[in-house]
C-alpha cells in the first residue's frame, strides 16, 4: 500500500502566527512570514510576527492635533 503525504497549508488555513499586517507564504516545510510594504518588523528575527503600521506623515499629524 502506497501512502502519499499530504502537506497542510497553514497559509490557508488559518494555523499561522503572521501578524496581520504580514504576508504568509506556504513551505514545503511550515510557512514563512514578512511583513506588508505598509507594516514594520518590530521583530526581524523572527519576521512577520510582529508588525506595526507606519505611516511618519499622518503619526506626525496625529500628534500635532492631540497637543492643540
Known amino acids: 500500500l502506497l501512502t502519499i503525504p499530504t502537506f497542510e497549508n497553514e497559509c490557508k488555513n488559518g494555523n499561522h502566527k503572521c501578524h496581520f499586517g504580514a504576508d504568509c507564504t506556504d513551505l514545503k516545510d511550515g510557512y ?19 508588525c506595526s503600521s507606519s505611516i511618519p506623515c499622518c503619526q506626525k499629524f496625529e500628534i500635532g492635533v492631540k497637543g492643540k
Do not use: Q, T, Y
Request: proline letters at 11%; a negative charge; one cysteine or more.
Open 32 to 50: 514563512a512570514c514578512k511583513c506588508s510594504e505598509r507594516f514594520v518588523d518590530l521583530n526581524p528575527d523572527n519576521p512577520g510576527i510582529e
